[in-house]
């Protein structure tokens, strides 16, 4: 199936819910008709079509409208496609829903994706952002990602150790943003017990419920997440809206002398730097609750930019970058969104 569909608008279609004009949205569940039609694209037109990629549109703000195309996958299937004793290799359309994975893998007793559990995304936006929460990124289950290589229309596929996965990041917003359209992502899964359980209030979480299944990791995740986050369906927003910033040990130790509560936290493989929490210096400046017109700051987590309901998305940009003017007179620290702003 292909969808095009002319000069909508796109709120419905993004978590943030503001509004803006969109030329064209193609939505597809079926990479054969998808290739049929770029190419028939190509050929009608001498000049390269620029294409912009959306999943479930839970990380992407639209600040005006847009003059172009958007490609959109619909396509869903989870299928296994390869096993041994210990691991378990599953391929997802990039169209699925992510939590609708992490519950069905849960549902098999399979390790991996539980802390990742209640994450608005794609599947196709798990490799692109590597989402992450409570100590586990996407790239610590991703073995594989296919694509389509917009330039030639060729099928790529790219294993998870050529991918440049950082922090909230991948060779799909750099090298390969705007030319890899996403089709799935095949994730690794382990049969045998591998919890995660450090990160914050999680390991109690667990304890209380004495579940330490798959299952009962993912109940205590979502449990916290629901006390801290908003649910999308009801107040718009994107996640977390800005970054956590990654600094000099040296520049970090400074800030903790002069404010001591300050949460770090250790980086995997930089240990010369530490990560510091955007949502604790929002929160301390005194933004959390607070609104502004239609937009604000979340009352439980200062790091989640919300729609009250008919903001624009200028609204949301013109209140980030009040805060991050804040943030840097304040702690002296610049700190950058998160979320994919489209202008
Ligand atoms: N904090 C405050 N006030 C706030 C928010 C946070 O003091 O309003 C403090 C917390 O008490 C804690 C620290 O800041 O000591 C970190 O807070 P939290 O554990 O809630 O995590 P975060 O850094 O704010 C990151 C991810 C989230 C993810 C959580 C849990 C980013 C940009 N965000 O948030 O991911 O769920 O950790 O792992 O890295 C997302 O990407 O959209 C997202 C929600």
Redesign the pocket.
Known sequence: MIRELHNIDIAPYTSFGTSARVEELIEWDNCEELLALLAQRRKASPHPTHYTILGEGCNTLFTDNFSGTIIRSVAKGIEIVGRNKEEVLVRVAAGEIWDDVVRWSCEQGLWGAENLSAIPSSVGATAVQN????GVEAKDIIAEVEYIDLKDLHIGHIAASECAFGY?DSIFKGRLAGQALITSVTYRLSTTPKPHLD??TLRPEVERSGNLTPMGIREAVMAIRAR??PDPKMIGNA??F???PILPRNQVEALRRLYPTM?TYEVAGQPEKLKI?T??M??TLGW?GKRVGNVGVHSE???VLVNHGGAEGKEVVALAERICREVKEKFGVDIEP?VNIVQ
């Open positions: 989402i992450g929460a409570y909230r990160y914050g801290k986050l996640g977390s800005f970054k956590n949460p929490a949502g604790w929002i929160d959390k987590q200062a790091l998160e």
